[in-house]
T-cell receptor
Framework: AQTVTQSQPEMSVQEAETVTLSCTYD???????LFWYKQPPSRQMILVIR??????QNATENRFSVNFQKAAKSFSLKISDSQLGDTAMYFC?????????????FGKGTRLSVIA | KAGVTQTPRYLIKTRGQQVTLSCSPI?????VSWYQQTPGQGLQFLFE???????NKGNFPGRFSGRQFSNSRSEMNVSTLELGDSALYLC???????????FGAGTRLSVL
């Protein structure tokens, strides 16, 4: 079974600074997706970024980028130029690639506070 | 395109009662998954429906059930509610399942 570990329960960052959230995972699969989701106080789970395991290039979405180290099974999220609206719970998630559905396996989350 | 819609947003029930939660997926999405979120256990997968068939199931007791209709809308039912069923229930839809899942805002269930 796959497991996802987020070792930082809480983090804080000053507005406009850069912060990195850590995630490690354990799997014997070779084909999978990794995701970062954001859950603000409104509770809506919002996709931040996706990484396909077969791609060596790290995914980037505007101020959000990942450092994907497949051999080390590490998938960290870097947020640049942090904004107050980035305050939220951030969840790292794993999905095995399979014909048909495979469920998301989530880490416990990191609560990020952006301070003005 | 409208997002994933979950109703109701909040529910208060008492032990022993049953409850039904509803999820309308994004138009064109055929896969609907349900997750339970609690402070202690985090996010746990309940089940997934695709084309009206349950395709995958998590490790939850039989009191948790669901179904999907021909228009891809899904319902989740919990019978004989227990205090431990208090949680945020999230629904997610995707075109096929093996893809990005888009989440609704959830239903907050409180069992008293």
């Amino acid at each position: 079974a796959q497991t996802v570990t987020q070792s930082q329960p809480e983090m804080s960052v000053q507005e406009a600074e850069t912060v990195t959230l850590s995630c490690t995972y354990d799997t014997s699969e070779s084909n999978y997706y990794l995701f970062w989701y954001k859950q603000p106080p409104s509770r809506q789970m919002i996709l931040v970024i996706r990484q396909e395991a077969y791609k060596q290039q790290n995914a980037t979405e505007n101020r959000f980028s990942v450092n994907f180290q497949k051999a080390a099974k590490s998938f960290s999220l870097k947020i640049s130029d942090s904004q107050l609206g980035d305050t939220a719970m951030y969840f790292c998630a794993f999905m095995k690639l399979h014909s048909g559905n495979t469920p998301l396996v989530f880490g416990k989350g990191t609560r990020l506070s952006v301070i003005a | 395109k409208a997002g994933v819609t979950q109703t109701p947003r909040y529910l208060i029930k008492t032990r022993g009662q049953q409850v039904t939660l509803s999820c309308s997926p994004i138009s064109g999405h055929r896969s609907v998954s349900w997750y339970q979120q609690t402070p202690g256990q985090g996010l746990q997968f309940l089940f997934e429906y695709f084309s009206e068939t349950q395709r995958n199931k998590g490790n939850f007791p039989g009191r948790f059930s669901g179904r999907q209709f021909s228009n891809s809308r899904s319902e989740m039912n919990v019978s004989t509610l227990e205090l431990g069923d208090s949680a945020l229930y999230l629904c997610a839809s995707s075109p096929s399942g093996a893809d990005i899942q888009y989440f609704g805002a959830g239903t907050r269930l409180s069992v008293l």
